[in-house]
């Protein structure tokens, strides 16, 4: 099963994100979604309200786990 990683800011996900990561899923067996923190922007929602967003619209998707990472 090949996996694969979609990283992104995800401030908050979008329909776009989401239409990306299930043409992902059509490619890959699983996908790691990674929601990032990139210090030279200004966000909206803290890191964890954004991946519990992400994880709350993707629970549909099984083979999707949803992370936040700080850096690379």
Do not use: C, W
């Not at 790691?32 to 803290?46: C, H, L, W």
């Amino acid at each position: 099963m090949s996996k694969a990683i979609y990283g992104f800011s995800g401030d908050p996900i979008t329909y776009g994100h989401i239409d990306i990561i299930k043409r992902a899923l059509s490619i890959f067996g699983e996908l790691t979604v990674g929601i990032g923190m990139n210090p030279a922007k200004k966000y909206f929602f803290s890191l964890e309200e954004r991946r519990l967003i992400a994880q709350e619209s993707l629970k549909n998707l099984p083979k999707v786990k949803v992370i936040a990472f700080k850096g690379l």
